[in-house]
């Protein structure tokens, strides 16, 4: 084998739900700490162990209200719900942790450059240049609404102006040299202010005078994570990205994905190995097959069809609350443009002749990236296939019991992948940057 190495990033949201909408209610799954400091530094240690690459935080900025016009199904039965705001969280995982890099969610549409540059600056010092940022774009209209907007901007314009924003927060960390902080306290120099400059940063949108307050930070500017899937959002990640996250149904799909990103990232000068692509995933672990089986048949079964149904509705951006859920999907109908992405998001569920509950509560399992169910042999079997058989670079991994599967995946799956030469046993560099080229 080469010496390729798979990298691991774990999914997070500062709430009960990430993919899958039912795992809050089960009995190992801790939510009566849901806010507390001690849930995050917990999850950082726990994965550290694990030599994960990184933790990111995916983030929501309002809550979904599409279903029944109401945010009470999000709400009420504990779906997608982004309780507190993870630039807060981060820095408390930091200080309990020293390697593990650390993933803030950050809008390019809602949030000033100055801002994000200053606060990503800021955390990669803190953490002493472990920092990464997942830049979006943004794309739903209740976010819209709650930033003063009264409907989002085009995709083009808003990737246009995603591009303006990542300029110019280059430009604004790299307004600070390295070695411009002197600290001499002898001949009283504080810096070296002929080693700091003006961004001055003037798109067709954005304008940014500088320089950033913050001295350049350990990595020089974060990692750059990216997850748009549309053509210019795929564009938009080959000009910028370092980790690329990528929600595909199954091999083939995810083999397509990746070679049409690196081919992107070769059309654009980039060496394909500077970015690493990782799918989403989503294990249930068991002692035996069987019992791995049961673990999955039980967590499965507890989305309810109500929450699923709503869980379709943000997604598409479509209220399916009037419609009967126990009729066959391929009889539904919703309006034209809302059902290319049902389709895309119901992936092969019509197929199987799932009424439009199933494939609801289906979806709200996983929200369709593949569930890996088995002992951990077959769990790492099957991850070193799909990494070897490029359809990744690694994996995002989303938990199902919380923090139990994280802990499980650490303590079982991690051994057998390092045995097998395929992951890290220890960090060898201290930067995210460093983890990602290991
Ligand atoms: C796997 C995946 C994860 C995403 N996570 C987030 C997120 O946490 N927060 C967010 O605002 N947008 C998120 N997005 C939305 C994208 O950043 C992007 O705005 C959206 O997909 C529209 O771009 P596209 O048309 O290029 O896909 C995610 C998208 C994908 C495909």
């Not at 994570?225 to 549309?230: E, V």
């Not at 019991?401 to 060898?428: C, N, S, W």
Request: net charge negative.
């Amino acid at each position: 084998m080469s010496g390729r190495k798979m990298h691991l990033v774990a999914f997070l949201m500062a709430g009960p739900t990430c993919h899958h909408h039912g795992a809050w209610r089960h009995p190992e799954t801790d939510v009566d700490d849901i806010l507390t400091p001690e849930r995050y530094e917990h999850i950082a240690r726990v994965l550290e162990a694990g030599k994960f690459d990184a933790l990111f935080f995916a983030d929501i900025l309002g809550i979904y209200d599409t279903y029944n016009s109401s945010f009470a199904t999000m709400l009420g039965r504990g779906g997608q719900l982004c309780l507190l705001d993870p630039a807060i969280i981060l820095p408390m995982m930091a200080r309990v942790t020293d390697r593990i890099g650390l993933g803030l969610t950050c809008s390019t549409t809602f949030f000033n450059p100055y801002q994000i540059a200053r606060q990503l600056g800021t955390l990669d010092h803190l953490s002493r240049g472990r920092v990464a940022w997942n830049v979006v774009a943004s794309h739903s209209t209740l976010e819209a609404n709650n930033f003063g907007l009264a409907e989002m901007p085009s995709r083009a314009h808003r990737y246009d102006r995603s591009d303006e924003v990542l300029e110019a927060c280059m430009a604004l960390w790299n307004s600070w040299d390295e070695g411009a902080l002197v600290l001499d306290k002898k001949q009283g120099i504080f810096a070296d202010a002929s080693k700091v400059h003006y961004a001055d940063y003037n798109g067709q949108w954005i304008k940014t005078r500088g320089p950033l307050t913050v001295p350049r930070s350990p990595q020089g500017h974060p990692v750059i994570m990216q997850a748009g899937s549309s053509d210019r959002g795929r564009d938009f990640g080959a000009r910028w990205g370092e980790i690329i996250f990528t929600l595909q149904h199954q091999k083939g799909d995810m083999q397509t994905f990746y070679k049409d990103f690196k081919g992107r990232m070769a059309a654009r000068g980039r060496a394909p190995e500077s970015c690493v692509v990782l799918p989403s995933i989503d294990v249930v672990i068991g002692e035996t097959e069987s019992i791995a089986r049961e673990r999955a048949d039980y967590v499965n079964g507890l989305v309810d069809t109500q929450l699923g149904m709503a869980c379709v509705s943000g997604q598409i951006g479509y209220d399916l609350s009037q419609l009967d859920p126990d009729q066959p999907l391929k009889d539904v109908k919703v309006e034209t443009g809302s059902r290319g992405t049902m389709d895309v998001i119901l992936q092969g569920t019509e197929a199987e002749g799932l009424t439009l509950g199933e494939a609801a509560r289906r979806f709200a399992t996983s929200e369709l990236c593949p569930q890996l169910v088995g002992t951990p042999e077959m769990i790492a079997d099957k991850l070193i296939d799909l990494f070897q058989d490029y359809a990744c670079d690694g994996f995002v991994l989303t938990p199902t019991t919380f923090p139990g599967m994280y802990e499980q995946f650490a303590k079982t799956v991690v051994p057998i992948l390092q045995e097998r030469g395929v992951f890290r046993k220890d960090y060898a560099g201290s930067t995210l940057r460093e983890h990602l080229q290991d």
